[in-house]
């Protein structure tokens, strides 16, 4: 029982970084069939964040395998351009970085546009949201870290929750629909604050992968939003 975006108001998107990648087409099957909205894909470059992780092939395969859901495409990587026209060919629903990666931030924003994904911008903890002033208008999703990018099984950092909130306020100011999502640490217990605060878009690894039914795991994250919305 997938729920295409659209359908749920507030999307629950399972990052892969915590799945078993000996066998990830089944294990993103997996998380489809468990209720999930978004696939979230950690790209990692070992020079902007300290690890490594997968590419666009992979993200190819995802879709070969039959994987239909969109792609949430979180670019953890330096320089950013290069990659975005091979992530939108390999099937990238979103395309995210963060703009201290970027030379040119406008640029690569649109140039996801161009390549026919939608553009997201992400906020480390220590980044200021400064960077919004001059792009909310061409943005369609605003992704905050609650940990430090570079590792799945983080703690949340609850400092996020008013940036969370400020997110929302100048969102909600512009009229337009961005999506505000959080990123780190997100787990059923604390999605609520998360989702009082405003943000409508939770990815969560090892929250999800490392339970013994993700579909169980979704539900109760789900009750936990319900619960506060
Ligand atoms: C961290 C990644 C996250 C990570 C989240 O750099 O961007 O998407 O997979 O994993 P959890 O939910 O385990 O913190
Ligand atoms: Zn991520």
Known sequence: MSSP???NAH????SILSADFSRLGAEVDAVVAAGADLIHFDVMDNHYVPNLTVGPV???????HGVRTPIDVHLMVRPVDRIVPDFAAAGATYISFHPEASEHVDRTIHLIREHGCRPGLVFNPATPLNWLDYTLDQ???VLLMS???GFG???FIPGVLPKVREVRRRVTASGRAVRVEIDGGVK???IGAVAAAGADTFVAGSAIYGSPDYQATIRAMRAA???VA
């Open 5 to 7: 975006p659209g359908q």
């Open 11 to 14: 999307w629950i998107a399972p």
């Open 58 to 64: 992979v993200c190819e395969a995802l879709r070969r």
């Open 139 to 141: 943005l369609d999703l």
């Open 147 to 149: 940990v430090n990018p």
């Open 153 to 155: 099984g983080q703690q």
């Open 188 to 190: 059923v217990d604390n």
């Open 225 to 227: 939003i319900a619960a």
